[in-house]
């Protein structure tokens, strides 16, 4: 990294810092009332009693593994599903514009619904985290193959390439970085759905974990609590973001 | 003439192909709902029997009637009236604020690299987590459900705009610094005209998030509104209402989302081609700036 490019990571760094002593200070002052902002030192000095009390690290993993097994899920549903649509391609156009509207509709309002057939257990957050996550999936993997150049597609046919090797050789590896991008959408959103729901339904992960501290009234281990989905938001982002970038043709 | 008759032959074969696959799709869309239809009323009739699902799934005129009924009782507008009003609140003040920021990061290359970090960290995380803080901000009351929608709106909005402004032709901008035009007549008479179609695509998003936004803090903690009236139908294991609601929530969002849609198309139509590369913002051009929720 070149120092030019430090300046704003350091302005950034230097303006979250300021703000947190600016909070500080508030709070300290009895401008911002401490029962609803905790001094961000209550919040760090918390996170080691929320260990304790908690298990802040195994239910990040139990948020992770049912993230992992919804996007799983969605993969199974979506890759399949986005290559039928775009061999089929009367029923691409037929279904394309009914799976970007679901898409946008309050998919999480039907927790009551998946609540009374699963029950109140892992199998519900998994089912509904992994609707919002094979959409982009099926969608992007359409958009992607698609998208593929005709002008490799028709090098394949003058090498009398086979059906099988065109679609490995070929369309696949140009296709991969629109599919990962509706992996990448797909995942995030799994992971939106599964914490909500989690919080919604007070089980699960660590968005059980923000409701229960919440209903204790206990505030810094609260907003630690949030702190802790954040980082492991930014974590998926950012993950998918450098493997997205490295899988992108310059 | 041989010409003009081989013109004349072509033109309607295209066109006829292109009906068939109309038809097709068509074909394809009503089978599609009818068989959805037909599987829905097996699971029910199974229900109803104490097979499968017991009560769970009613039957679909069950749900007409009890969307009848929603429509007809009081009680309803009271609650669409709240949701409506947070909504439209929280959307507007969320949406006003995030140009501003859009604006302002748009314009300072800095301060975007310094903040856009910390701002997808946020925008990528599920807003849903943040309402024990807006709960003791703002009380259980409407305040917090319109803070919440502001909130939901916020993100995708400053993205676009964002996008929108490091989109402007840069042509423009010189020439607004070439009529000495100052910072106000900068945004008002060169950035505003020239973004407007990535703003009006975040608004879009954001509507369609707020009405998500505002829904999730209702079925939370409330005592009004559509989500609060979805929730107290669950917890008294009222299903055909239930899902009375949920449909007439999906069909409020969906018009929403409609118009917002039908608003951007006039845009579209309207307005030239404003970025560097003479093509228009996309919405989904805002991927790579974050993932709003």
């Not at chain 1, 302005?11 to 979250?16: A, K, P």
């Not at chain 2, 959805?36 to 749900?63: C, F, K, R």
């Not at chain 2, 959307?91 to 990061?105: H, K, N, R, Y």
């Not at chain 2, 314009?107 to 970090?117: C, F, Q, V």
Request: include cysteine.
């Amino acid at each position: 990294m070149t120092r030019l490019h430090k300046v704003p990571v350091i302005v950034g760094l230097f303006g979250l810092l300021a703000c947190a002593v600016l909070l500080e200070l508030a709070v300290n002052f009895g401008w911002v009332m401490e029962i609803i902002v905790p001094r961000p030192t209550d919040t760090v000095l918390s996170f080691p009693s929320l260990q304790e009390d908690m298990d802040l690290v195994g239910n990040f993993f139990v948020t992770l593994g049912m993230t992992a097994a919804a996007t799983a899920l969605a993969l199974l549903i979506g890759l399949p599903f986005g290559y039928f649509l775009y061999r089929r391609e009367a029923y691409g156009v037929a279904y394309e514009g009914w799976l970007a509207a679901a898409f946008s509709t309050p998919i999480v309002l039907l927790y009551p619904l998946f609540l009374v057939i699963f029950g109140r257990n892992h199998m519900t957050l998994i089912v509904m985290g992994c609707i919002p996550g094979a959409i982009p999936i099926a969608i992007q993997t359409r958009q992607g193959l698609l998208g593929v150049s005709k002008t490799l597609l028709n090098v394949g046919r003058s090498f009398n390439v086979s059906e099988r090797d065109m679609f490995r050789k070929i369309m696949l590896p140009s296709a991969v970085p629109t599919i990962f991008t509706g992996i990448r959408i797909g995942v995030m959103y799994t992971l939106v759905n599964i914490v909500a729901i989690e919080y919604l339904i007070d089980f699960g992960g660590l968005g059980r974990i923000v409701s229960q501290m919440y209903d204790n009234f206990s505030i810094p281990e609260t907003y630690a609590a949030i702190v802790a989905v954040i980082l492991v938001s930014t974590f998926f982002y950012w993950g998918f973001g450098r493997v997205e970038k490295w899988l992108r043709p310059v | 003439m041989a010409q003009a008759g081989v013109i004349k032959g072509t033109v309607p074969a295209v066109s006829s192909a292109e009906r068939l696959f109309d038809g097709r799709v068509s074909r394809i869309r009503l089978l599609t709902c009818v068989g959805l239809i037909a599987l829905w009323e097996v699971v029910a009739t199974l229900g109803s029997y104490g097979i499968l699902y017991n009560d769970v799934v009613p039957h679909i005129w069950h749900i007409v009637i009890a969307v009848f009924y929603e429509l007809i009782s009081a009680s309803f507008y009271r609650d669409f009236g709240m949701t409506f009003a947070a909504h439209s609140v929280g959307f507007i003040s969320g949406a006003s604020i995030a140009v501003l920021v859009g604006i302002w990061l748009g314009t300072s290359k800095l301060i975007r690299e310094a903040m856009l970090p910390y701002l997808n960290a946020i925008g990528s995380t599920p807003k849903i987590i943040f309402l024990p803080i807006i709960f003791l901000m703002f009380g259980v009351g409407i305040e917090s459900k319109m803070a919440k929608g502001a909130m939901s709106a916020f993100f995708p909005v400053v993205f676009t705009t964002t996008l929108g402004m490091m989109l402007i032709n840069p042509v423009l901008i010189r020439v607004g610094r070439t009529f000495n035009l100052n910072k106000w007549q900068m945004i008002t008479k060169i950035y505003m005209p020239a973004m407007v179609n990535p703003v009006i695509t975040g608004f879009r998003l954001g509507v369609a998030i707020t009405v998500i936004g505002v829904l999730v803090a209702e079925l939370k903690f409330a005592d009004g509104g559509l989500g609060y009236r979805l929730g107290i139908y669950y917890e008294q294991f009222q299903i055909a209402p239930m899902y009375a609601v949920i449909v007439l929530i999906f069909a409020l969002a969906a018009a929403a989302n409609s118009g917002m849609t039908k608003l951007q198309d006039r845009v579209n139509r309207h307005m030239a081609p404003t970025t560097s590369k003479g093509k228009k913002a996309r919405a989904s051009a805002s991927g790579g700036l974050g993932v709003v929720n």
